[in-house]
Structure formats: C-alpha cells, structure tokens
C-alpha cells in the first residue's frame, strides 16, 4: 500500500506548479525589457516620420535622434 495514494497527481501538480512559476519568472524578467525596445523603436519611427514630413530639421533629427540611442 502507498503512503500517498494519489502520488502520481500531486507528483504532477507540483511539476505543473513549479513550471509555472519558472515561467512567470521568465515573463516578469524578459516582457518589460521587449516592451521598452518596442517603445524605443516606436520613437524612433515616430522622429525619422517627423523628419521626413519636414516638421524638423537635420540638426533636431541628429540631437533627437542620438538622445534616444544613447538611452
């Protein structure tokens, strides 16, 4: 007779359980850093936009440009 009778499920649950929570950690440390390069490329589409409509000049394009790369 086995100590635990439903070993096997609770053998899977804390597998399912330790799983999930290896990938949250991976989800907690990696999505702020996708969303940021995002954000980062989204700016940099949005300045190169402006400098192609004429809305700024090449000086501004260049400052506001290395601004942003150097973040």
Excluded at 21 to 46: F, N
Excluded at 47 to 70: M, V
């Amino acid at each position: 007779m086995e100590f635990f009778p439903f070993g096997g499920i609770i053998f899977l649950l804390l597998w399912f359980v330790l799983f999930s929570a290896a990938a949250g950690l991976v989800a907690y440390l990696v999505v702020p850093a996708i969303i940021q390069k995002v954000r980062h490329d989204s700016a940099l589409v949005t300045l190169e936009q402006r400098f192609a409509r004429g809305e700024i000049d090449s000086e501004e394009f260049k400052k506001r440009r290395q601004d942003l790369l150097t973040r």
